[in-house]
């Protein structure tokens, strides 16, 4: 989670590029095009563009065309990529040096981390030999109080999986090129930054409407129960993918016939942005019905009662009281619930009313190569890349979630 954090916060800051001036004298002007830091890291693999399709580690195009062999001589083949695998001799093996490259990889990742992980046991030791010594037996033995050992196996295994995933990419299109002949990593790469914001903003603009309705619900009860339950039964009874298509719909109209938006920049950004608001609004009904069944089992308990008998402010007791002992679900539910915005996303995208098209997103990298996994042979590396980085990023919230409820749970921290 922290990976993918940290690439859509890099890919996050944004900047112009000042333009050559003609004289000192001369006003800064700045290029129309916005790049990011992430950009600039990645600048080996957008300036590396093929002319079309080339699977992944390939050395030559998917498809086959006119190759000129002699003077006046054409023939159809499959032409030499431009930049991926040229640095193989005629007859080297291919296989051959991508496992030479993924070793070389993996031993200079390993030795830098095992350093830099010694450095940092040293430093919290505060630079004992004797106690750095008897700490690392202790992380090897698993005795230690913090979780030294998870954090080392989960920063090597990244440590080494980008490594390697970074050096094959000098070499190779390691998930191969798209239609355009843009690498597909690339492509993944940038669209996490999309699925990261989509699914925390719409976490976050769903989460104090479950929260307030919720417990408003389940703890005021008569007349605020059934008005809350009646906004929640409607909004549940209408399905889901219709009510986001058509508020998608009017945001789009709306946008494309304002005249004071004239920047495709913006239209992008706010179709983004809307799309996150209709997410969040249309989703919190889930969350909501939870915490009111919670806040009508707490509301019955004795120290609630107690609480009421001695005149405590009904906020005081929701404050106190009700809050700390829903949160678990809270914080539990809110992850899955990003899980299946970052998947929602992707469907949206699939059936042509989520983000813009021009927007890096796995749900726009899916509904491209839908179409051409019809082909014989077929072209199924975007495919597979977008579910890669989807599937990972999904597994890592679903895992952090089931940690975040062991860790809030308070019948957990009692027994």
């Known amino acids: 989670l922290v990976f993918y954090v940290l690439i859509a916060f890099i890919d996050s800051l944004h900047f112009q590029n000042a333009l050559a001036q003609k004289n000192e004298s001369s006003k800064i002007v700045f290029s129309h095009k916005v790049e990011s830091v992430l950009d600039i890291l990645l600048k080996p693999l957008l300036e590396r563009q093929e002319k079309t399709y080339s699977a992944p580690f390939a050395t030559h195009l998917f498809t086959k065309q006119n190759v000129e062999i002699g003077p006046g001589k054409i023939k159809r083949d499959y032409p030499k990529l431009k930049y991926g695998g040229q640095h193989l001799q005629e007859g080297e093996s291919l296989f051959l040096d991508v496992v030479g490259k993924i070793i070389m990889a993996v031993f200079l990742s390993a030795l830098i981390w095992i350093v830099f992980f010694i450095d940092i046991v040293l430093i919290s030791s505060g630079h004992s030999p004797s106690v750095t010594k008897q700490r690392l037996i202790d992380i090897v033995k698993n005795k230690s109080n913090l979780p030294w050992k998870?954090?080392?196996i989960?920063?090597?295994?990244?440590?080494?999986?980008?490594s390697v995933l970074y050096y094959l990419s000098l070499?190779?299109?390691?998930?191969?090129?798209?239609?355009v002949g843009k690498d597909t990593l690339y492509e993944a790469l940038?669209?996490?930054?999309?699925?990261?914001?989509?699914?925390?903003?719409?976490?976050?603009i769903m989460l104090p409407l479950a929260l307030f309705l919720g417990i408003a619900a389940g703890y005021f009860k008569r007349w605020i129960d059934d008005v809350i339950q009646f906004i929640y039964?409607?909004?549940?009874?209408?399905?889901?993918?219709?009510?986001?298509a058509t508020g998608m719909l009017l945001i789009n109209f709306s946008l494309d016939n304002n005249p004071n938006i004239k920047l495709t920049a913006e239209k992008v950004d706010l179709k983004l942005l809307a799309l996150c608001a209709i997410l969040g609004i249309t989703s919190w009904t889930g969350l909501c019905r939870l915490l009111r069944g919670e806040a009508l089992k707490i509301r019955e308990i004795d120290y609630i009662q107690a609480a009421h008998a001695f005149g405590v402010s009904h906020?005081?007791?929701?404050?106190?009281h009700i809050l700390p002992n829903v949160m678990h679900i809270v914080m539990i539910v809110v992850v899955i619930d990003f899980s299946g915005l970052v998947l929602a996303e992707a469907v949206l995208s699939y059936i042509g009313i989520g983000v813009d098209p021009s927007l890096h997103s796995?749900?726009?990298m899916i509904n491209s190569a839908r179409l051409e996994m019809a082909r014989d042979p077929m072209v199924w590396w975007s495919l597979v890349a977008a579910f890669a980085f989807m599937f990972t990023l999904v597994l890592a919230a679903n895992l952090f979630a089931d940690a975040v409820r062991d860790a809030f749970d308070p019948r957990l921290r009692r027994a």
């Open 150 to 152: 998870v954090t080392a």
């Open 154 to 162: 989960t920063s090597l295994v990244l440590v080494v999986s980008f």
């Open 171 to 179: 070499y190779y299109h390691v998930f191969g090129t798209n239609q």
């Open 190 to 204: 940038k669209s996490i930054r999309t699925g990261i914001l989509i699914g925390t903003l719409a976490t976050l």
């Open 233 to 244: 039964t409607v909004l549940s009874s209408i399905p889901f993918v219709l009510l986001i």
């Open 315 to 320: 906020w005081k007791v929701i404050s106190s």
């Open 362 to 364: 796995w749900g726009n």
